[in-house]
C-alpha cells in the first residue's frame, strides 16, 4: 500500500523563479492538504483540495496556488519566489471525513 | 497567533522511563487531536488521536491524555525506546474547517540508553 508520495525531494530556485511540487495521495484517499514547514517552526497550513476544487485555504498570498487532478493528485505552484519560501512543502492526504492525514516525506525548497 | 503551544522545545528521558510530552491550546472549537513524530528529512508520522468527547486514548506504549476544561493535552510514551527519539508535533482540527491542522512547533524527544 503506496503512502503519500512527493516530488522532488529537494529544489533550487532563484528569486523571482516560479516553482512547481507534486504529490500522490495515499491509496484511498480523496483530500489533499499542502503545508509549508519553515525551520524551527510546525507545519502551517497553505490550502485544501476536495473533488479537484480549492476547499480551504490558509494566510499565503495569492503567489501560492493549486490543483488537484481526477487521479486526486495535486500540484503546489508558487509564484515570484521570495527567499521567505525556502521551506519543507509537506503533502497530507485523508479520506472523507476522517481527521487523520498522512504526509508525504515533503520537498525542500531552498530559494537563493 | 499560535493557536497550538508546545512549550517544551526538548525532553531527554532515559530508555524505559516514561516520556511526557506537554501540549496546549487556546481555541475551544477544536475537537479532535492528533500526535504526530517526525525524524529528519521524514514527513510527519501519524502516532494517535483523541476526539474530544473523549479523555484518554491509548495505542499500546502510546497514551494520549485530553482535559478539555484546561486546554490541555499530553502524550504518554511508556516505556521509552531509543527509537522514539524525534521531534514530536501536538496538532489540533476542528470539525468545521475540517482538514486543516493547527500545528505546535514541536517537542525534541532524546531517549538515552
Known amino acids: 500500500d503506496a503512502g503519500v508520495t512527493q516530488s522532488p525531494t529537494h529544489l533550487i530556485k532563484t528569486r523571482g523563479q516560479q516553482v512547481t511540487l507534486r504529490c500522490s495521495p495515499k491509496?484511498?484517499?480523496?483530500?489533499v492538504s499542502w503545508y509549508q514547514q519553515a525551520l524551527g517552526q510546525g507545519p502551517q497550513f497553505i490550502f485544501q483540495y476536495y473533488e479537484e476544487e480549492e476547499r480551504q485555504r490558509g494566510n499565503f498570498p495569492d503567489r501560492f496556488s493549486g490543483h488537484q487532478f481526477p487521479n486526486y493528485s495535486s500540484e503546489l505552484n508558487v509564484n515570484a519566489l521570495l527567499l521567505g519560501d525556502s521551506a519543507l512543502y509537506l503533502c497530507?492526504?485523508?479520506?472523507?471525513?476522517?481527521?487523520?492525514?498522512?504526509f508525504g516525506p515533503g520537498t525542500r525548497l531552498t530559494v537563493t | 497567533d499560535q493557536q497550538v503551544k508546545q512549550n517544551s522545545p526538548s525532553l531527554s528521558v532515559q530508555e524505559g522511563r516514561i516520556s511526557i510530552l506537554n501540549c496546549d491550546y487556546t481555541n475551544s472549537m477544536f475537537d479532535y487531536f492528533l500526535w504526530y513524530k517526525k525524524y529528519p528529512a521524514e514527513g510527519p508520522t501519524f502516532l494517535i488521536s483523541?476526539?474530544?468527547?473523549?479523555d484518554k486514548n491509548e495505542d499500546g506504549r502510546f497514551t494520549v491524555f485530553l482535559n478539555k476544561s484546561a486546554k490541555h493535552l499530553s502524550l504518554h510514551i511508556v516505556p521509552s525506546q531509543p527509537g522514539d527519539s524525534a521531534v514530536y508535533f501536538c496538532?489540533?482540527?476542528?470539525?468545521?474547517?475540517?482538514?486543516?491542522?493547527?500545528f505546535g512547533r514541536g517537542t525534541q524527544l532524546t531517549v538515552w540508553p
Open positions: 496538532a489540533a482540527d476542528r470539525g468545521s474547517t475540517l482538514g486543516r491542522l493547527y
Open positions: 483523541i476526539s474530544s468527547i473523549k
Open positions: 491509496s484511498g484517499h480523496d483530500t
Open positions: 497530507a492526504s485523508r479520506s472523507g471525513s476522517y481527521y487523520e492525514q498522512y
